[in-house]
């Protein structure tokens, strides 16, 4: 039986008894899973924890502006920690390199919003309703100040902010909702610097990302009557422009903006695997894709891994979205 959502009272309490929190956002973080985990860092620092964000990978390079020495490769960084917090993800195949140690935690907490996500430590909030895991840590920082002299400030605004913006497309995707654009309003009334972080985020990008995002659209695919558009970012091209694996975001989002599209595809050659992003326009549903590979996500946004050449991997995953858009086409 699929366990319930605790309170995030619940939750509230287990933070303010520990003395010691690990925060893991998922391997390749984007904006919400670092957005969330950097508020809730400071705010357990400002609470006299000793909490740090543990992470596997390096931090894409938009996003470095909110790392102010919360986060850590090293995996020893706390001893007998109280508490290990999952955030933006729902399953330890997130966060692989890192299983082992959020497991050594006395306790485990996961607050996530993704529709996949089946509850699976001692305090679970999950919530797919929400558009960003962010929503869901200010709430729960609310639910913090009424108990403590906590008081979140622009920092943690900027965080928060940084966390819905990237999960809604800068409020443009169809997960947007009122209480998005309310608790940015509430952001504003804390300091949020929205110039400072919009800049950081959308506007600071290296000119070898623009030929990289340049090179995948050129060399897209559209099928499906049209409907479907697939990119991929081979090694070769990363060489060729000098970009990085992680300056592939946004990628994805420029093919689902493409007239006539309802499902793009964004194909990315590991060393060992094929890494998909998948998103939908309007009436289409990404999540069943990712699932038939094993991954998860939202309706309109989600993502998987093959372990296959790119030879293989693209007729299998062409055959996936024909699949999809026949079903919810008809």
């Not at 984007?30 to 992470?55: M, P």
């Not at 002299?149 to 009122?178: H, L, P, V, W």
Request: with cysteine; aromatic share 6%.
């Amino acid at each position: 039986m699929m366990k319930q959502n605790n309170s995030f009272r619940e939750i509230s309490d287990k933070l303010l008894a520990a003395g010691s929190v690990l925060i893991y956002p998922h391997v390749n973080m984007d904006g919400d899973a670092l957005g969330s985990a950097v508020a809730l860092c400071r705010a357990l620092r400002d609470l006299g924890k000793a909490s740090y964000i543990l992470i596997e990978d390096e931090i894409p390079r938009n996003l470095l502006f909110m790392d102010r020495g919360y986060c850590t490769h090293d995996q020893n960084i706390l001893e007998d920690v109280d508490v290990s917090l999952c955030l933006d993800c729902g399953d330890l195949s997130r966060f692989l390199k890192r299983k082992d140690k959020f497991l050594a935690g006395k306790s485990s907490i996961c607050i996530d919003h993704h529709r996949t996500t089946v509850p699976f430590c001692d305090y679970n909030y999950v919530d797919p309703e929400v558009a960003a895991t962010g929503q869901l840590i200010y709430y729960l920082l609310k639910e913090m100040e009424c108990c403590t002299d906590f008081r979140m400030d622009g920092e943690i605004a900027d965080a928060i902010f940084a966390a819905i913006t990237t999960d809604t497309g800068n409020f443009q995707y169809s997960n947007t909702t009122r209480q998005c654009h309310e608790i940015a309003a509430e952001l504003y009334d804390l300091g949020v610097d929205v110039r400072r972080v919009s800049q950081e985020i959308y506007e600071s990008v290296r000119q070898e990302r623009i030929l990289l995002h340049s090179a995948a659209v050129a060399a897209m695919e559209r099928f499906a009557g049209g409907k479907a558009a697939m990119a991929v970012v081979t090694q070769d091209m990363l060489k060729q422009t000098g970009a990085g694996m992680d300056e592939t975001e946004g990628i994805v989002d420029k093919l689902r903006s493409i007239e006539g599209v309802e499902i793009a595809v964004l194909v990315k050659e590991d060393t060992e695997k094929l890494k998909l992003s998948l998103r939908a326009k309007s009436w289409g549903n990404v999540a069943v894709i990712a699932e038939e590979f094993g991954g998860g996500g939202h309706t309109k946004a989600a993502g998987c891994s093959l372990k296959l050449p790119l030879e293989e991997g693209i007729p299998l995953i062409r055959q996936a979205v024909e699949r999809s858009l026949q079903l919810y086409h008809e």
